[in-house]
């Protein structure tokens, strides 16, 4: 398996040609990050950049499930489970490239850690912010927490509410496709995801009314054969 990387404006380009530093997006309950993917990723990351964290935004999951349905503690519960299910694939994938459990384990970003990170924190009250204030961000937050939730709700309508529950998981990720530097203290870096949405896109060419770090880019990386 060969990756193919594709950023998604020239100033991304311009981000990972640096090689500074990365940070890799893995969604829970997402059966495309199999454990041997995981390895692949990791090995990119290794050999690409001069350090990568894996970001697993594993808490805010249960917004999904409670979205698509589940009752609050139900979601929680599950959450929990595939979590742990989800951090124990990943320590086995740095294994398997003969990185340690101590250097993996600070290599992986989960929700404790992240929610503790005071530029995070601000971030992403912010986000908050203004998506209560500003229409058109609210809009295209809600645009693509739909997108999350249309391949798992079966044909199910979708209300506003639901969206509204999903979109907290989508705001647990934004800060990092704002301002990864400025979180981990780089000097550049590239959030890397397998997929992109109509709201990176207007991000990254600054349609949305959130400034943005210059030294931030996103790459969509997808399977070569």
Known sequence: MILRVHPVTENCSRALRLGKHAVIGISPFNS????????KLIRWGLSSFERFHMFVPDTPARYTLEALGYDPQKASHKTRRQANYLHNKIRRAFRANDVSVDRGAEMTLGWDRTQSNPRYAA??????????EDPNFRRACLDSSRWVLDGRSNGKQLDESALLRAAKYFLAEVPFFVDSPGILQETASVFCYHKSIPFLDDLYNDRLPITRNGAQGFVVITDRH
């Open 32 to 39: 495309y990050f199999s454990e041997l993917r995981l390895q």
């Open 123 to 132: 971030l992403h009250a912010r986000c908050h912010r203004i998506f209560e």
